[in-house]
């Protein structure tokens, strides 16, 4: 857990779940950067120091905007393999680790050229890529300490990782889990890094390195070739928005769940929270009944659009808003059977002196994802085509070259079209929960982001110490808030305060004047810092 504080600034601010990461965001604003450029710079040293969560392996979703006219995403989901092996289109599961669940390419290089152009070309950026990429390079070859979330999720998954190809002597070298503090360098992926710096992203996907990557994979036993790393582009798309306490909540397209967490703030946008005490039964009790209804639009539609058609407009038309909160009984839980999905992943947050701002996650779905490393690359790949369905009737069965359903959706808040919050938050399933909690403690209970962050959540589902999809609720809210769920008919189960299994959200708060608050979830090891 991190010592962290809210952090105040008049020139730009960055947030991120680990302190080197945001020190590096925060060095390219000093040197005159921009909020895009600071972003790939922190994306690019979590890759590194935060290698649980996410890494080039990975994927990556971005919402930017500016408040002058420019308001777009880039959501960048690998492809399933062209050629698939015959176990992923039958009825069988598909499996959560090993090569077998290497199934989709990796875009989160892709989105940061991407973002990249967009700074040059809307922004005037003017740091060069390779110097965007000196930090995380510094960290992989000469080493960086571990942090205890890194130690407590190797520990936790090691049976399951070490003896897939590449894992174990990637990232416990010297034959056993390297200890919190511990100085812990990854020379292969410094080396793949150098080569994205000098060559461009497009290395990643066409390049030797590209080679490189499809060799190690086929070797492990993945579907990926290399032309399928070629056809590999993160999308550029115009964001979704719903209206919020005079403002506007926006957030990525399908196949992410974007639409999830906007449907579920276009719910409560029907209720007075002004009249709730925050904290209290009533306030947990409706934010879960809304999120139900979400995720019960998100189980029959969210998938890739390119394969299915995905009524965005209907899921977010405030006839289906005004249904979902009409369908909301404030003193009966509604029942709830359905799957929870897992996944870890990071949030970037970053706006410069301009107020232009940035909203970013990257994953690689379950914490280690896949656990194989690609070959000699040092590239520890993700698990997201775990995702897919193997039933030929469902919306998100795996079919060559389909993105599955992806969990994760940073976003911002407008007022005036102008950017005022940037958030997101680790935590698959959890994420539209956290962020509802957070958001409506932002708006509608004006909380600074650190008292936002730190006060109780709330996880609707498994966790992988309690299976049960019960309400899990951090045990500080309180016994009579417990007790008065129970009584509605809540199946509710105490987790710790200050749970990590609550979420890592970031937020940063953006006044009319231009200055900044911002904070990153004490529950992390994460810091914002302003310049």
Known sequence: MSDTQLARSNGGMVTSPHALASEAGREVLRAGGNAIEAAIAIGAALCVT?????????DAF??????????RTLSGIGQAAAELPAQTTSTGAIPLRGAAAALTTAATVDTWVQAYEISKNAWGGEQSWSSLFDRALGHASEGFPVTPSQHFWQSLRADELRALPGFAATFAPTGVIPAIGERFAQPALARSLERIARFGAREFYNGELAERIARGLQQAGSPLSASDLARTRARDEAPLRVPYRGGELVSLRPPTQGVTTLQIMGTLARFDLGAIPEGSADYYHLL???VKCAFVDRDRFVSDPEFNDVPVDDMLSPATLDAHARSIDLRAARAWPHVFRPGDTVFIGATDRHGRSVSVLQT???DWGSGV??????????????????HPAHHNVIEPGKRPFHTLNPGMYLQDGRP?????TQGADGQPQTLAAVLTRLIDYGMDPLSALARPRFLLGKTFSDTRDALKL???????VFAALAARGHEVSAIAAQSPLAGHPGVIRIEPDGSASGAHDPRSDGRALGV
């Open 50 to 58: 935060y290698p649980h969560f996410t890494g080039l392996g990975g």
């Open 62 to 71: 971005w919402v930017i905007g500016d408040g002058d006219g420019m308001l």
């Open 288 to 290: 879960v009944e809304a």
């Open 364 to 366: 690689v779905y379950f």
């Open 373 to 390: 490393v690609a070959g000699d690359t040092g590239i520890l790949w993700h698990n997201r085509g775990a995702s897919f369905s193997t």
């Open 420 to 424: 005022r919050l940037l958030f997101g």
């Open 474 to 480: 951090e045990e500080d809210a309180g016994a009579d």
